[in-house]
Structure formats: structure tokens, C-alpha cells
């Protein structure tokens, strides 16, 4: 980066040279013109007022005591060249049509300018048209612009070399400086002043990054702690299964003992089944939430996803003396199937769980307007206040002892909260400790 901000700053630095050069010859070399002709304009007035004719020429010639030695020529009214201080009039050609002394004809004055590539020279006319209808033209011959720029280049080569040396160690200093506050945010990610910067452009990049790092902060963090809780979750169904068949396998276990020991494994493995795959499931989701396009969505009615699910938990509300009842309309939303299926069975699974013997389980879907709604009420434990922010955080229990004996896992309405969040549903949480819980989703129905 350094290396090509230096080589940006001393490119627009050469260029900014270049180009002040060009503008220097050029402007040096027509104020060069405008002084040439100014100089010719003060001559010819001069040796008018003297009244030159062809045979007092010499003598205003002489005159002018110019070390140039200005060209005179002399013009008749026709064309005809009358004297010229350097060839011989008679072999000259009509000047009647040259520019300067056609425009001094009509005018009064005349100025040309003609170049010389060969030669690399360049002749300034100037003609005044005098009392008697002669023109009275002088030229003078100066170098070309290139022969100009040829004569500046040795000293303007010398002040490039030394401007480049300068660039160059001016271009290093301005690029630390440039890079310097870049350096000090790179190096103070968690620094809390972060945001404090000189460039206010750099502002919402800024506040991106401290925003994508304080998420790479709380997802490693979320990454231990997960990491932690499942380690610790296995741990307690697996250090109880090998500890009953230990047990089993030392004959330390009558009968009696036998059997029931081999209940708590079943029961274990069953638990430890059902972590594993609400793992497996929240591993899932995370992929999906992170590329939502790659999940398969359609046109579904959640009341009849709903109605199936609840006719299939009926077994289990009936072991837990629960009951499920269900009332919905149709409504449509755009979602995926198993997702959808899996929230109303988690939602449910949540209110025959924490219940009372004797509760109940209401299972609602209804359409309002744009919006459809699945809501999940029960008349249970409830949540207190306390614990209703972090019910959806991964592993978190309320009761945490009534949990795994219903062998919940903790995860259930962590996976909800994803699916919801795949299907841009908002979550509302509604709960009385000793009263019951209701949960609702709504979901925006696209036009």
C-alpha cells in the first residue's frame, strides 16, 4: 500500500512538472512575441515620423541602432518593392499579397508571423502604411519555440532531477502521515476510541470494521461458550449410560436394579440422541442463515403444517396429561416446509413439557392484512421476567432440573429463533411466572 501511494504521489508530482513546464515556454515564448512586436510597432512609428522614403532608408536603418539589425523594406502602392535594407529590390517579387502588407494596406498596420522549420527560426512582420501610400514593413527573425524549449531544457532537466529527489522524499513523508492513522486503528481494534480519526471519510468504514469485529469478539466468544455447553451436555447423559452398564457389566445389579438401569440408559441415549441431532440441526441453520438463497422456499399453507403437526403430538400431550388443542385458518406463507414444521413441533414441544398435569396447549394460525400469525399458548410454569431475554439463547434453561428430567435439550427455541430469522418472522414472547407462556410468530405475506 505505502508503495503505491509513493508512486501515485510522485507520478502526479512528475506531471504536475511536465505540465508547469509546457505552460512556462509556452507563456515565456508569447510574452517573447508580444515583445518583439511591440518592439518592430516602436521602430515603425519611429522612422514614420522621420518621413523614410527609398533614398533616406539607410540612414533611418542606421538609426535604429539595433544590434539585430531590423530588416526594412519599402512597398509601393501596387506591390512593387521600392528598397529592402538586405536584398536587392529590383530582383524581388510583387509583396503586394502578403499578409502583413495587404492588412497594412486596409488597415493602417499589418503584423505575420511566418515559421521556419528548417531552419528552426521564426520572422515577426510588421507593416504601417505611410503619408505617401507606401507600406513600410520590418522583420525581424527570433528562434523557434522548439529552439526556445531546446535552449531551457539542460536547466529545466537539472530542476526535474531535483524535483524528483524532493518528490520522492516528500512523498515518503506524506504517505506515512497518510498511512499513520490506518496503522493506529489496525493496531487498536479493541481500543474503544477507535472511531477517533482524522479522516472523516473513513468514518463508516471505520464503524464497519468495529462492527465486524466486535461480531468476530461475540461469535468466538458464542463458539467457546457453545463449544463448553455441549461438551458439558454429552458429558451427563454419557457419564450416566457408562456408568449404569458398568455397573451391569460387574454383576454389581440385581434383577430389579437390571432393569431399571437399563431404562436410564434408554432414557440417556434417547437424550443424548436428541442433543446430538438439535446440534447437527442448529449447525444446519447457521449454514442456511449465512446463504439464504441456498434454502428451498415455496408457497405453503401453515395451517395445515400446523394442523399435522399437532394431530402427531397428540400421543405425547396425552403421556404428559397435557391437552393440544388446535384452531387455524388457512394462510398462506412463503417458507420451507421441514423448517416450518420443525418451529410448531419445538413451540409445542415447549408448552406439553413445562406444563402442569391437567394444562393445556393452544395452537392458533390466522391471517390479519399483510401479515400471518402462528401463535403457541399454554397455561404452565411460565417464564419469569428475568430469564425471558435470554429463553431463545442456546442452552439456556429456566428450570434447569425440570428441564432434563422432561429431557429437554435447551436448544429447541434457539432453532427457532433461526428458522424464524431465515423466514424474516418476527418473534413475540408473552409470559407469567406460574401462569403460562404464549409465543408468536408473524410473518410478512408478500404481495
Not at 532537466?157 to 506524506?174: D, K, Q, T
Request: with cysteine; charged share 25%; net charge negative.
Amino acid at each position: 500500500m505505502k508503495r503505491k501511494i509513493n508512486a501515485q504521489l510522485v507520478t502526479i508530482s512528475l506531471t504536475a512538472v511536465f505540465i508547469t513546464f509546457l505552460f512556462v515556454v509556452i507563456i515565456f515564448y508569447n510574452f517573447f512575441q508580444n515583445q518583439i512586436m511591440e518592439q518592430l510597432k516602436w521602430e515603425a512609428d519611429l522612422l514614420a515620423a522621420t518621413g523614410i522614403t527609398a533614398q533616406t532608408a539607410p540612414e533611418g536603418l542606421d538609426a535604429l541602432d539595433d544590434e539585430a539589425k531590423t530588416r526594412l523594406t519599402l512597398i509601393a502602392a501596387d506591390g512593387t518593392v521600392l528598397w529592402d535594407s538586405v536584398a536587392d529590390a529590383s530582383a524581388m517579387e510583387n509583396h503586394g499579397e502578403r499578409p502583413e502588407v495587404a492588412e497594412a494596406q486596409v488597415s493602417g498596420t499589418g503584423t505575420s508571423i511566418r515559421r521556419s522549420y528548417t531552419l528552426e527560426e521564426t520572422t515577426y512582420y510588421y507593416a504601417k502604411l505611410l503619408d505617401d501610400g507606401t507600406v513600410l514593413r520590418l522583420a525581424k527573425e527570433s528562434d523557434s519555440i522548439v529552439t526556445v524549449g531546446m535552449q531551457l531544457l539542460p536547466a529545466v532537466l537539472g530542476s526535474i532531477v531535483l524535483l524528483i529527489l524532493l518528490c520522492l522524499v516528500f512523498a515518503r513523508i506524506m504517505t506515512k502521515k497518510l498511512v499513520a492513522p490506518i496503522n493506529e486503528v489496525a493496531d487498536h481494534l479493541d481500543d474503544a476510541n477507535i472511531l477517533d480519526t482524522p479522516y472523516t471519510e473513513m468514518m463508516p468504514f471505520l464503524e464497519k470494521i468495529r462492527e465486524q469485529h466486535a461480531d468476530l469478539i461475540k461469535s468466538s466468544k458464542m463458539r467457546r461458550d457453545f463449544t463448553a455447553n455441549v461438551s458439558h451436555e454429552l458429558k451427563t447423559p454419557l457419564t450416566a449410560i457408562s456408568g449404569y452398564a458398568e455397573l451391569i457389566e460387574h454383576g454389581m445389579a440385581n434383577e430389579e436394579d437390571t432393569v431399571r438401569f437399563a431404562s436410564e440408559i434408554h432414557r440417556n441415549a434417547d437424550r443424548l440422541l436428541s442433543l446430538i441431532n438439535d446440534i447437527l440441526q442448529l449447525s444446519r441453520l447457521d449454514q442456511a442463515g449465512e446463504d439464504k438463497e441456498q434454502v428451498a422456499m415455496e408457497r405453503l399453507d401453515l395451517d395445515e403444517i400446523a394442523s399435522g403437526v399437532v394431530s402427531n403430538l397428540q400421543i405425547s400431550a396425552k403421556k404428559h396429561q397435557v391437552s393440544l388443542v388446535y384452531q387455524g385458518e388457512q394462510a398462506f406463507v412463503t417458507g420451507n416446509r421441514g423448517m416450518l414444521e420443525e418451529v410448531v413441533q419445538n413451540l409445542c414441544d415447549n408448552g406439553i413439557r413445562y406444563n402442569r398435569s391437567g394444562g393445556k396447549v393452544w395452537v392458533n394460525v390466522k391471517s390479519i392484512e399483510e401479515n400471518v400469525y402462528l401463535s403457541v399458548r399454554d397455561n404452565g410454569i411460565g417464564i419469569p421476567k428475568s430469564a425471558q431475554e435470554h429463553v431463545f439463547e442456546r442452552f439456556y434453561r429456566v428450570d434447569k432440573s425440570r428441564s432434563k428430567a422432561s429431557g429437554g435439550t435447551g436448544l429447541g427455541l434457539a432453532i427457532v429463533k433461526h428458522i424464524a430469522s431465515i423466514h424474516h418472522a418476527k418473534i413475540e414472547l408473552e409470559s407469567e411466572a406460574g401462569e403460562g407462556t404464549e409465543i408468536t410468530l408473524r410473518f410478512a405475506v408478500e404481495g
